[in-house]
């Protein structure tokens, strides 16, 4: 993957370009699907460099491997499972760091032994035992609840890990910072946070799920209140669009907006009545959107026991407040993501017939969004950042997906926990970094070659703006 430098000093980079590609090599090697644990390669799988920090006895989302060589601390971003992946009751192999609400939920949902779980303060630096004087700040991340990134601040000690590749910096006197963003949703408070706000990061190790043009997804907070809106319109029987609302939403298309619909547009509910709202959601995450419809709606939020004590583990007493175990009366019911959009929604709330005259889904994610045909897919950086802060976002936006009928319509959302590639544009131009490492979409050259080419685009125009100099943003909560 090509990298970014950082200056001309004896940290300019980790590793030659022949090293940095042999190091790739070897990290796709380790990630083979068909790996089986034999005695011949030790009975496990080994950790590619961009599971441990460099020079630090440490390794994050990293449980896949077993006991790491040189590894004393574990690190875990949030309780997805493809992050915690072979964690279970019979971890033995060292320390687990992470927030509290993540705690909570391993222990809850893998059983781990509690004696290995050790939960950490947010924001405020704290020493890392037996690493040799690291310090970490977790930071929230923005993503599901209790997920957070992990700024490392510290000297570089030690070769651990599997691979080949050493540091030539073990022993070096001076404080490496590396920021390990697992995944998030980049948004101004993360660059303005007190503990990274001035500070020169070395390695950025970066969410990459969207690192492409073509997701350029609408702001998270206007998609939550959109859905809010649109939620309380239809249940109230109010028009849905009225003519400003109109107008908007075909003024943003013409500016090669986020266009979601994929249905005809939504006809006004003239009929007011006890209607159903149910949200697709993951095991962990969408509760914002949740929340914020419950809060429109004045009413409960229902969903089955094992979600429930999930929910449960978290520490948000808002939502706990909500939830309801009458389905009858939460009017809002949660469900499965794959639920919404198949079959089983219209299985799901034939349980409930007689009691609603009417049924909508709100099938939140990422996936959801799709650029308009002709859109630019190499647009400059200045491009991006224009085009994007120049749109809105509203319940107008939103239209039935194909298949909804008068009973039971369902409303794709673009919504997504992870940064869009906007938002990462932003994150990049407004922080001190010296290199960026991606960490999702990493299996192949290609992928890897293309994300490089716009982590070099982004270095050249943080070039050219001043030093601390932030994308202006149009909230603390989003740019």
Not at 11 to 38: C, H, I, N, Q
Not at 191 to 209: C, E, M, S
Not at 297 to 304: H, M, W
């Amino acid at each position: 993957m090509n990298t970014t430098k950082c200056g001309t000093g004896a940290f300019s980079v980790l590793m030659s370009s022949y090293k940095e590609t042999e190091a790739w090599k070897e990290a796709s090697a380790a990630e083979d699907r068909g790996f089986r644990p034999t005695k011949g390669n030790g009975g496990r799988r080994k950790a590619p460099f961009y599971k441990v920090m460099q020079g630090m006895p440490i390794a994050v989302d990293a449980f896949r491997y077993g006991t790491i060589p040189g590894v004393t601390a574990y690190f875990l971003t949030h309780a997805h499972s493809d992050h915690y992946t072979n964690l279970s009751a019979n971890w033995r192999s060292g320390p687990i760091y992470c927030s509290e609400g993540t705690a909570n939920l391993i222990v809850h949902m893998l059983c781990v032994d509690r004696q290995w779980v050790c939960p950490l303060p947010m924001d405020v630096p704290t020493l890392v035992p037996d690493t040799g004087g690291v310090c970490v700040t977790l930071i929230e991340a923005n993503h599901c609840p209790g997920s957070c990134l992990f700024l490392f601040e510290g000297p570089q000690t030690v070769h651990a890990g599997d691979s080949a590749f050493r540091s030539p910096f073990v022993g070096a006197t001076r404080t490496f910072r590396y920021l390990h963003c697992g995944d998030f949703r980049a948004s101004p408070q993360h660059v303005l946070h007190p503990a990274i706000r001035g500070k020169h990061i070395d390695h950025v190790y970066l969410d990459t799920t969207y690192l492409d043009p073509k997701y350029c997804f609408p702001p998270q907070p206007q998609v939550i209140s959109a859905c809010a809106e649109l939620a309380r319109r239809i249940v109230r029987g109010e028009t849905l669009h009225d003519s400003e609302d109109i107008a908007k939403a075909r003024q943003n298309r013409t500016m090669d907006s986020w266009l979601v619909t994929s249905g005809k547009s939504p006809e006004k509910d003239t009929k007011p009545g006890k209607i159903l709202v149910v949200v697709g959601t993951y095991s962990i995450g969408k509760e914002r959107i949740v929340k914020a419809i419950a809060r429109a709606l004045q009413t409960k939020v229902y969903c089955d026991s094992r979600k429930a004590a999930i929910l449960r583990c978290q520490a948000d007493p808002e939502l706990h407040d909500l939830l309801t175990k009458d389905p009858l009366e939460g009017g809002v019911h949660l469900v499965p993501l794959g639920v919404i959009a198949s079959d089983r929604l219209k299985d799901y709330v034939e349980r409930f017939k007689g009691h609603y005259i009417k049924a909508v889904g709100f099938r939140p994610t990422g996936w959801t969004f799709s650029a308009p045909t002709g859109s630019d897919m190499v647009p400059s950086v200045s491009t991006i950042i224009a085009r994007t802060q120049g749109r809105t976002f509203t319940h107008a936006h939103l239209s039935p997906m194909r298949n909804s009928t008068a009973a039971l319509q369902v409303y794709g959302v673009p919504y997504s926990e992870h940064s869009s590639f906007f938002e990462l544009t932003c994150f990049a131009l407004s922080l001190d970094w010296g290199r960026m490492i991606a960490t999702v979409n990493v299996g192949s050259e290609k992928s890897r070659n293309k994300m490089g080419t716009w982590i070099e685009r982004w270095e050249v125009e943080r070039k050219k703006r001043a030093k601390g100099e932030m994308v202006q943003h149009r909230a603390q909560n989003y740019w």
